[in-house]
């Protein structure tokens, strides 16, 4: 079973950069398909970006498309996620998440398309 870790979340001014990072344990990442999922308070549990097992695929939700980039390093089974241009309402618990890598995936929004998760870092954008 993959655990999962992630960091480098923090508080940081509207406009400015952060790079999450999320390390795996236990199984290599390169049978995964992985992606980042964010949770306001008071709200549901929102897609954010996603990359198939090799990294040959990459999907966003629009409201980050253009400033965040999903990308990874199975060989250091590692997966980032580089935010430009934050802005406040990116303000979440943002978390990382892996499923068996499927060729023929349907959907990559949902969370229930995913298996394993992990504990979140939190990401906090000043106006």
């Known amino acids: 079973q993959v655990q999962l870790v992630e960091s480098g979340g923090g508080l940081v001014q509207a406009g400015g950069s952060l790079r999450l990072s999320c390390a795996a344990s236990?199984?290599?990442?390169?049978?995964?398909?992985m992606g980042w999922f964010r949770q306001a308070p008071g709200k549901e549990r929102e897609f954010v970006a996603a990359?198939?097992?090799?990294?040959?695929?990459?999907f966003y939700a629009d409201s980050v498309k253009g400033r965040f980039t999903i990308s990874r390093v199975n060989a250091k089974n590692t997966v980032y996620l580089q935010m430009n241009s934050l802005k406040p309402e990116d303000t979440a618990v943002y978390y990382c998440?892996?499923?068996?890598?499927?060729?023929?995936?349907?959907?990559?929004?949902?969370?229930?398309?995913?298996?394993?998760w992990g504990q979140g870092t939190q990401v906090t954008v000043s106006s």
């Open positions: 998440t892996a499923d068996l890598a499927n060729s023929v995936r349907p959907n990559w929004s949902s969370p229930k398309d995913y298996d394993y």
């Open positions: 236990r199984l290599p990442l390169s049978n995964y398909d």
């Open positions: 990359i198939s097992w090799g990294g040959g695929s990459t």
